[in-house]
């Protein structure tokens, strides 16, 4: 019987008499900042990249001949220049991707096709281009909004 006593006497927290006191007492979750969207001064920098791309593609490329060696080279050094550059413009929640094709310049034909998937309200992508006697280069930089 004794047991019986004791199992139904549960110390409970004596509930607070006015809610309101409660309520106010109660730690406030922060304002919602959520943003879907980037605001125009966040947008994607495209004119911005573009110089950025042509100042690398002239000072790197400049003056070079073509060799398998020197474009592998390049290429890599390109990408991380030019992705280091992007970098530096800040452009928050925005992730890049710098693609580079670089050849030789023979006199025949090529065409550098590039399809993503995204949201076309957000999401841009600009390119830039250089050539001389022997080599072609074609340099693109994705831009994808984070939400």
């Known amino acids: 019987m004794l047991q019986q006593e004791q199992l139904?006497?549960?110390?409970?927290?004596?509930?607070?008499?006015?809610?309101?006191?409660?309520?106010?007492?109660?730690?406030?979750?922060?304002?919602?900042?959520?943003?879907?969207?980037?605001?125009?001064?966040q947008t994607f920098k495209s004119e911005k990249i573009k110089q950025i791309i042509g100042t690398?593609?002239?000072?790197?490329?400049?003056?070079?001949?073509?060799?398998?060696?020197?474009?592998?080279?390049?290429?890599?050094?390109?990408?991380?220049?030019?992705?280091?550059?992007?970098?530096?413009l800040e452009?928050?929640?925005?992730?890049?991707?710098v693609q580079v094709v670089l050849g030789q310049q023979l006199g025949a034909g090529c065409k550098y096709i590039?399809?993503?998937r995204w949201d076309a309200e957000c999401d841009n992508q600009t390119s830039a281009e250089f050539k001389n006697a022997t080599i072609f280069c074609i340099v693109t930089v994705f831009g994808l909004y984070l939400y």
């Open 56 to 88: 690398v593609l002239n000072d790197t490329l400049s003056g070079q001949t073509y060799t398998a060696l020197d474009a592998a080279r390049w290429t890599k050094s390109l990408a991380d220049e030019i992705s280091l550059k992007v970098k530096d």
């Open 8 to 41: 139904l006497k549960v110390d409970r927290p004596c509930p607070d008499p006015d809610p309101k006191v409660a309520a106010e007492s109660a730690p406030q979750p922060p304002p919602a900042t959520y943003q879907m969207r980037p605001t125009l001064e």
């Open 91 to 97: 452009m928050k929640r925005y992730k890049h991707v």
């Open 114 to 116: 590039a399809r993503c």
